[in-house]
């Protein structure tokens, strides 16, 4: 479990810290009430942030920072001091943000922070710039925020790393750079990856409005004109990551079947829409099948609609590990599931569905009582010739049919 580490003379803020932070983070939480007792928890825990008074009784000028700072830890600052230059100091370091203490809106803005920062492990950032100087700086920056970053000099080559990571969330260029600018690298980028994939961010000291426009028509997220704080660049990057993760999450929402968290029958037909085009410039052939499980009303019948509910999970989890990923799996509704294998024949794609319905009859799933439940499924499969996909589809069902008045528990292939 991650811990942090609140180092705050005041005890009664640091209680109603550690409480809050608990709450809503289920993080370990450890309290030092000076730098002395600090220094003891470092040297035993590496922490995933600290939160740092500093005005400490053996430490009244901010030693604290600068020695978790040697000590490779993250930090951020809570300080009663608004005077601006000291607090422009402060941010001169190497730490994540400065936090004025006031009451529960800190807080709760702290706790909001840290979950930023943990969600941020999970995405990488790509920075484009010739300046040696600058792409280390961002690095700096963007590392602090707990990002994964690559770093590059030109547009080329950031489509070359783009290519190899394709799992990027976010471009930060520059916009004068040599082999290809900045604007040239937004617009080939935006071919492929729409702002739903990816966010880009300009930068640039560029003092032509009609540039600044250009980024942002080519298809920037957003434009951060040099020189810039800290603050603001931080404030910028995670806004722009935030709006891409509530993106993918109303995205989601949208494809995915709730329960299985398989793509549901709308995405199923405007995916397969699109395929079908390239299958006809292509010659591609595909396998369509119908999977529905046997029984299913006796089983919820006998052991009610949760356990059901979890029959159908099992199976959506062995549809899922038993195709690639560039196939198609979809809940269609119900018991009911149909699996497009892509790029595929008759003879293969006959192995992989009796697999499939091998490894469901040889699996069981435990009831809250401790009772297992065995159960089967039967599957109607066609390849896909010169039909539409309805007649695909509806060839396929017929051989479910099939599979269900021959005994169920069994492949029927076309």
Known sequence: MERILVVEDNKALANLMTKKLKDSLHFEVDVAYKLSEAKLFLHKYQYFVTLLDINLPDAPNGEVVDYVLEKGQ???VLSGNID??????????????????????D?????STIERLYKNQKHKVLVVDDSMVFRKQMEG???????KVYTVAHGEEALGMLQAHPEISLIITDYNMPVMNGLELVHEVRRDKTKNDLCIIAISGNN?????????????????????????????????????ENIHIITNHANRDYLTGLYNRRYFYESMEAYMQECADSAEKFAVA????????????????????????HLADILRSGTSHRDLVSRFGGEEFCVVLKNINRYSANDIFERIRQEVEESSLQTPDGEFVKFTVSIGATIHG????????????????KAKNSGRNQVVFE
């Open 208 to 244: 032509d409005e009609e540039v600044n426009a250009l980024f942002l028509k080519y298809g920037a997220n957003d434009y951060i004109k040099k020189p810039f704080s800290k603050e603001e660049f931080s404030c910028r990057v995670n806004n722009s990551v935030e709006a891409l």
């Open 290 to 313: 119908i999977i529905d499980i046997d029984h299913f009303k006796k089983i919820n019948d006998n052991f009610g609609h949760d356990v059901g509910d979890k029959i159908i999970i």
């Open 74 to 76: 993250h930090a951020i």
């Open 386 to 401: 010169e039909d539409t996909l309805h007649d695909t589809i509806n060839t396929a069902d017929m051989m479910l049919y």
């Open 141 to 147: 920056f963007l590392t602090n925020l707990f990002y």
């Open 84 to 105: 601006k230059e000291f607090r422009k100091k402060m941010l001169q370091k190497n730490i994540i943000d400065y936090v004025n203490k006031g009451g529960i809106d």
């Open 107 to 111: 807080i709760n803005y702290i706790i």
